[in-house]
């Protein structure tokens, strides 16, 4: 069987395939099936007009090209980088500056980010130029792709020999994976299938190189990817044996005799040589089943998590679907910045002690957050329930988004929660996970809205958008209208072609503590149809059928558990999916003198001209003051203190401005 | 001349020699000319009867000796380390374990430091063995020691042929300091004289080398610490060229063309190929005298300092006294810990911004608090004023002596003020400086607490101890009978051979709110008789003179200056001269959670038996709970508080029992 045969000829563009029904589960809704306008159009449209090409100008200065161009010399191992040009060195903290750059062996997962990215932005807007490059680009990888499938422009341009030797470190799988997401998308957007075609040919090829049968290798990646993506490439192909090469990867991984253990020892080397020192590192210390703590790199423990959401949600498997809960609960309770960010360390850019949170120092990498909005995002597949939803919001609205400067043009990989005025949005990074990151993310954002299941539809996020789906054969549009995340009002219209049973569910977020909704003018009871957190409307629906929900979006006040030393004494603003921060340009500098009595009112306004358009929030705090001070560091008196008005701002929006200091936990007073 | 011919032959150990007489210089007292008891007594007697002993081994250990021996073969660069024993092993956070050492070009310091401990030591009690030890490491001195004077153990032994073209980095003329300081020392305390004669051969060897002639070298040491040393040999020896060689090293640095420039190209080296990037590190950015903020290496600076005031004394120099105020108020306004620790940054063992001083990360060296002990004492000398005396005592008794473990056997290299529990007190260090730094400075205590002009007595510090000296020719006994620093009662005694009329200065402590002042029984008007600080008591003494000065001892809260984001919030406590902290040994875990209410009573209590006797301070404190908190990590309610008894230790003691957390700033509410 080709690669081209083994794509189901019966499925198009945007389609999932013919893969077997599993139990009670949603899948989100392929990109091209939805429309977002509104605050994710504004971020959709940055990512479609600037960022998408950004990406693959950035990917051809590292001189990326160059390693996957058969036609070209390879590289080899360390390149020197590009001058900077004038207004890179003039930005603060590019890391672009002045550096040469090494090759690296995971280039491959950034060119597939990039396509990735490319696919969405091209399905939002025509991009002719683009589409050329790219297609160019997956021309390169059509001849470099070896007879039996195998293509890593890293082993075979600059490691030539040495395929499969060390799954442990060199991000194989991982490479292949988000090839495979680029190629899922590219054929979603454009309807081209030749990338499809190579990545089926090669996961052919890895399907016959791994897996439980003997002679296989019973090995998985170091780096946690590959899994999620055979579960996209399985169900836009419909081939089962995708499916089941993702969870043999799953199940596989963590068990004993440990593969990465006998992987070194072929190498001749010591098994214990290993720079991150543990297993845990890559999440492949025990069995998935037997693990309970959140461990290791933050991104690689997100993406692991995410496929075996995804293998819960294909096979009905409720044995990783309580490993998961597990997981889940830890990460949440224990691991978990109030703005959705994770994996505090830069060490090994992941977790550390259960409520060690760090603000001014954390890591919280844009990539973790993003991996975070994946797997909450997979857990809806068992089902709309906002302990996920909630979460994915929380995640997307802020620690993930504030990656990414409100342009499209200038990035974050570390998002910390406080700073001097030294953090500031770079162009480029000689490790550039995170652009292509929050750009595909941002770009697919309208997946992220909706699941469906054969009679259901779960919407999971508010907003003004547009989604197009098919219920028994039926095509149904739904419109939401909504000025959402400002304002909690939502209008949804269903537009089903032929009056269709199903159910809908909407999700009422945790922060919401009123919420009213009316069916056709008709008010509904929430209590009775409220189960996991969403409203479930069964009804026959019809032209024209009008849902109105209505969230009261009050701020509110977060208080840290006790146990996190750092936020202890402090607060935190919100309001609706918001967390704010304040920033030096709106606030007199020297954020950490702000004391924000309890009492204090604290008003929300509207600021059409700011940063976008945002509603920022304002009240009078407490300051220090320094008068007095002249003459020592310390005195037996406190310092006298004075009012002072305080103006915060969505807390994705910082930095995007003069650069300054910043600050998301105020002293409590 | 031979070097025993420049050592006036008329000094005897413990006596200055033949200087010019300065304008109105107050020179501290030898060491063996002060007998200290009580709490000092303690620290003294832990350093004579273990520290002095074990420093001396863990030289040896770490093959020291094997540098300076010319009979044995040279070490090479580097050297494997001694395994550790299994008690080291044991030790959490001894570096000393199972590593390499590199042999240091440094190590004459180290000696020169572990001869000094030990010389003070020996005065203290005797100790025939380890006097012995020292013996044979002088004589190895001795043999080591080139016909023309030269004498440095890494440029004969390791880098022969290289001496002198590179005194930026390679702390050739700081070792020379050290052995200088070590040479003193045993000479006063033991009246052995090859050391002394061996340095002084050596410095004459320095002063045909540098200096202002034509054909010399123009250069001075990245490493400050021979110009104060060199101050040591000409009081000791009554040579004015050892003192002008100082002033001489003081004047020509940060001069341009700049010496380090120049001597970096005559190595054919490039001067920007810098390691610390700018010459601020070693405070040669500029001409002392323009030099207005405290910079670099903390250490570095200090002794700079120390050195420069030595020569403002003795040359009655204010160009030098106005630079050195400027200095001070940068450091002590702006780039203080509240402990009298400095240096807040382990990257450049340095300062930073001003008011950057983080709690947790706190470089804040043993030997940097010890260097400012050093600069204050020679502040001193320019005569009493309480602004430098206060300042010392605030270092000594806690900066500085946290550093040495109660039992004097174990270090601390850093010392924070607020620890998670990973902070715990070590054998030895790759890079040992602070062991024999703290030793000295505690083994010779009794020189900082008077100081001696040509008609006055200063008393700097209190607390039990005898003081003899000599004024006109008249010998003069003073002793002090006090509880200091666990009270503030102090009867001092005078015993003068014949009545003598001279000033008696008494330091009313800055921490004291209400002082009383008595001589003979008959009260004192402080307001009239007080200078700088200084109570003057002048008048003809006469045996049996009894002075009693009662100083009210409170409980302070110290409040720092709200430009300190790390302390903003937050109270120190401190009773006369100590800081205090909470561990976690005697407050339950989660030290972050005491908040202290401005209306709480503190009692102070005597623990005769807690920590070798201490006064302890207690309070009922707020403490937020963790019930409520089991299924999340922020909500909108903040935590409930409860009552809890906190109990506080002084700083310098921490560590001493069973590891755990430390804070000294707690939260204020």
Known sequence: MTASQSVSQGTTPGQTGKLGKPRLAFRPLPVPQVDVRGFWGDRVDAVATRTADILYERCVEARMLEQIDPDRPSPGVVIPFHSPSPDEAATAGNEFTGSTVTTQMFWDSDWGKTIETAAYSLYRRRNDALEKKIDAVIDMYGKLQQPDGYLSSWYQRIQPGLRWTNLRDCHELYCAGHLIEGAVAYYQATGKRKLLDIMCRYVDHIAETF???????????????????????????????????????????????????????????????????????????????????????????????????DIATEYGDDTLRVALDRLWDDLTTKNLYVTGGIGPSSHNEGFTADYDLPNDTAYAETCASVGLVFWASRMLGMGPNARYADMMERALYNGSISGLSLDGSLFFYENPLESRGEHNRWKWHRCPCCP?????????????????????????????????????????????????????????????????????????????????????????????????????????????????????????????????????????????????????????????????????????????????????????ARKEVFEGWDDGLYRPEPPAVEEAKITAVPYFAWDNRDPGEMLVWLRDS
Chains 1, 2 share one sequence.
């Open 436 to 620: 292509p990151n929050i750009a595909r993310m941002v770009a697919s954002i309208g997946s992220y809205f909706y699941s469906l299941s054969d009679d259901a539809l779960a919407v999971h996020l508010y907003g003004n958008s547009t989604a197009r789906f098919d219920i028994a054969g039926t095509q149904i549009e739904l419109t939401q209208a909504s000025n959402y995340p400002w304002d909690g009002a939502v209008s949804i219209t269903i537009e089903p072609e032929a009056p269709t049973e199903f159910t809908l569910h909407l999700r009422l977020p945790a922060w919401c503590r009123k919420a009213a909704l009316k069916v056709n003018g008709e008010a509904v009871d929430l209590g009775s149809v409220t189960n996991d957190g969403y409203a479930a409307i069964r009804r026959e629906w019809r032209k024209g059928d009008q849902v109105e929900l209505d969230l009261e979006m009050a701020v509110d006040r977060f208080y840290a558990n006790p146990e996190v030393r750092q936020d202890i004494g402090r607060v935190a603003l919100a309001r609706g999916p918001l967390i704010y921060c304040v920033e030096e340009t709106d606030n007199a500098g020297q954020l950490h003198r702000i004391a924000l009595p309890r009492t204090a009112q604290i008003e929300a306004c509207e600021e059409p001209n700011l940063l976008g358009g945002v509603v920022t929030l304002s009240a009078v």
């Open 211 to 309: 897996g439980p049968e003997p002679g296989k290798k019973k090995g998985y990646c170091g780096h946690e990817e590959v899994e999620l993506a055979l579960v996209k490439l399985a169900r836009v192909t419909g081939q089962q044996k995708y499916m089941d090469l993702a969870r043999y990867f799953i199940d596989q991984r963590g068990q004993q005799p440990h593969y990465f253990d006998e992987e070194a020892r072929a190498r001749g080397a010591d098994p214990r040589a290993y720079h991150f020192k543990t297993y845990e590192y890559s999440q492949s210390h025990k069995p998935v089943r037997d693990q309970d703590k959140v461990v290791g790199h933050a991104v690689r423990a997100m993406y692991l998590y995410s496929g075996m959401a």
